[in-house]
């Protein structure tokens, strides 16, 4: 029912910052938790952030705490992943992600709808 697009991968320094934006057609992103995920070569989709419906609760990775900010606005029907401080280990493909629960999940298997990734690559 909702189709999710993600934008804003490239490449960009060790150090440096980037925000990742997620946007929604096809239905409106205040009836969904909102979550990034990402997946490396050869590993694991791993969690990176999720928000309530409303922008009151998130939660974060260990990998990503204090690093990351996941934010939404649902008048513009987009989700955010502003990351800042980037490591090469950080390289991968950035997926956002749609789930019609009402805990913020942090397994891949509870989110519904999914975006086609955008590739973040952290250079040394």
């Known amino acids: 029912q909702v189709q999710l697009v993600e934008s804003g991968g490239g490449l960009v320094q060790a150090g440096g910052s980037l925000r990742l934006s997620c946007a929604a057609s096809?239905?409106?992103?205040?009836?969904?938790?909102m979550a990034w995920f990402r997946q490396a070569p050869g590993k694991e989709r791993q969690f990176i952030a999720t928000i309530s419906l409303g922008g009151a609760r998130t939660s974060y990775g260990d990998s990503v705490k204090a690093r990351f900010t996941i934010s939404r606005d649902n008048a513009k029907n987009t989700a955010y992943l502003q990351m800042a401080y980037l490591e090469p280990e950080d390289t991968a493909v950035y997926y956002c992600?749609?789930?019609?629960?009402?805990?913020?999940?942090?397994?891949?298997?509870?989110?519904?709808?999914w975006g086609q990734g955008t590739r973040v690559t952290v250079s040394s």
């Open positions: 096809g239905g409106t992103i205040s009836s969904y938790n």
């Open positions: 992600a749609a789930s019609i629960g009402g805990y913020l999940q942090t397994d891949p298997a509870g989110y519904l709808y």
